[in-house]
């Protein structure tokens, strides 16, 4: 089925273009980015049963960009009455204009910025779904995580809660100018099983997710999360602490992407290049992997929770080669950084909401896929690990380091996994010297969507990234 495009926006539409025009008269450009997105959230567990009509991505809004001598302004509202237009740009432009004077009032050094192009463009697309969360069950379907947590927590005595998770959310963004139009409508989920436990005074946990740019019927295989969960957690309860030190390793598809996501993430973000913050500008057109090494980011990468087609900028989503078998390509942009650098944008401007400022965010980031299986990699291992499941990620944009937080190793001598497993891990280097060891990739490639990501301590918004088995060699502690 399509995913309806907002009825509310499309009331709402003529009085935008008015809007525009009336504030056509002061300034040399204007946009409005208009969204309208419904879902919900759930949990249940051991302890408590929730639902909420809130997720990341829930909001109604609206937000104005326009630029005059050089500079952009932005003003944002949630109501919006159409028959009030012109009133309403008058507010508009009163406050505005305050902000223009304080900065001239300050002497305040900014970035003189051309004008962005105006070219005519029409967009439609509803995009299709399994279902919609407006139209959800929500009784039906909170119990039914509620049974699905029950069966996880009476798998052992030693679990201590099963916490099943859901968010849906039917996304609807309306980004208009005097001379585009356009519109689109999806949806996206996410769900996840973590199951908490104890053994001799240790507590750990294991988590698994699925995430999809679909409804909520993804949640009918959060069942068949439950052994996976518990078969992490069983890992983690016996695992032992890994000797410091350089390892050749396996990572599996889900820490392949977060290598990935940590290493050319931030690092590329190009408004980064803007202010001279990230190493990386320096690469461009470098080598900084093997040969091996391939790497795509962009909306139109691969079906997730950041697939979309047009971004909060009205940039039409992209599939941009990052790096071209080792070579350093280019990074991905939004349209403001990309004036200031003298390049296109790549559709990958992205705000939290409407109330939040533009930066140029990753959006699915994935490391192609090679000729190899997983079992000739570890076969290939004298001693090492392969690596599954990650818990968080960070990296230093400046100097290209990066840390990333891993579930768990399991063991592998001679080629063969031994059944000991390392528990957590923290994986860290410099991302040439880490992409430079890569040796081997799997033909396997999965994505994953589940998280989020956030520009320094905030500004949280969907990612995902993937790729397929790696063989390199890292540092773990």
Not at 2 to 28: N, T, V
Not at 114 to 122: F, G, H, I, M, Y
Not at 296 to 315: I, Q, R
Not at 382 to 387: E, I, S
Request: charged share 25%; hydrophobic share 35%.
């Amino acid at each position: 089925m399509k995913a309806k495009f907002s009825e509310y926006l499309s009331s709402i539409a003529p009085g935008i273009k008015q809007l525009i025009a009336e504030l056509g008269k002061s300034y040399d450009y204007v946009s409005v980015l208009s969204t309208d997105s419904v879902g919900f959230s759930m949990t249940a567990s051991q302890r408590v049963k929730s639902i909420s009509a809130k997720t990341l991505m829930v909001e109604r809004g609206n937000v104005v960009r326009v630029y005059k001598d050089g500079l952009y302004s932005e003003y944002s509202f949630n109501l919006f009455d159409s028959e009030n237009a012109a009133e309403k740009a008058g507010k508009i432009k009163e406050v505005l204009d305050k902000q223009l004077a304080v900065l001239k009032a300050t002497q305040t050094e900014v970035y003189n910025t051309e004008k962005l192009t105006d070219e005519p463009q029409e967009l439609f697309v509803e995009m299709e779904t399994t279902d919609l969360p407006e139209e959800a069950d929500l009784d039906a379907l909170i119990r039914r995580f509620k049974e699905i947590s029950d069966k996880g927590a009476a798998i052992s005595e030693e679990i201590i809660d099963c916490n099943v998770r859901g968010e849906s959310t039917h996304v609807s963004k309306m980004f208009l100018t005097a001379n585009k139009d356009l519109r689109q409508s999806y949806v996206q989920s996410t769900g996840s099983v973590v199951m908490f436990g104890s053994r001799n005074g240790k507590t750990d946990n294991g988590y698994q997710a699925i995430s999809d740019r679909e409804g909520p019927a993804i949640f009918d295989g959060l069942e068949d999360l439950i052994d996976k969960s518990y078969r992490e957690l069983n890992d983690c309860l016996g695992a032992e602490h890994v000797v410091p030190g350089e390892y050749d390793v396996v990572t599996s598809p889900e820490v392949s992407g977060l290598i990935a996501h940590e290493a050319f993430g931030h690092g590329v973000e190009m408004d980064m290049f803007v202010k001279n913050r990230a190493l990386g500008q320096e690469y461009i057109d470098k080598r900084v992997g093997s040969d091996l090494v391939s790497m795509h980011e962009g909306a139109l990468v691969c079906k997730d929770t950041s697939s979309y087609a047009f971004d909060d900028e009205g940039t039409p989503a992209g599939d941009v080669l990052e790096i071209d078998k080792g070579i350093l390509k280019t990074g991905v942009c939004d349209a403001l950084a990309a004036l200031r650098l003298g390049t296109k944008p790549t559709g990958n401007g992205k705000r939290e909401n409407f109330e939040h400022k533009v930066y140029t965010r990753m959006t699915n980031t994935m490391f192609d896929s090679g000729n190899s299986t997983k079992e000739e990699m570890i076969a290939s291992i004298k001693k090492g690990y392969l690596l599954e499941g990650f818990n968080s990620g960070m990296e230093d944009p400046k100097h290209w380091g990066i840390q990333c937080i891993i579930s768990r190793g399991y063991e592998i001598i001679d080629g063969k996994l031994t059944g000991k497993v390392v528990a957590p891990l923290v994986l860290t280097g410099y991302v040439p010297d880490l992409l430079n060891s890569i040796s081997m990739a799997s033909t396997d490639y999965e994505s994953f969507g589940s998280g989020m990501c956030g520009k320094g301590h905030k500004e949280w918004v969907k990612t995902a990234d993937g790729g397929p088995y790696l063989k390199c060699r890292v540092r773990l502690g």
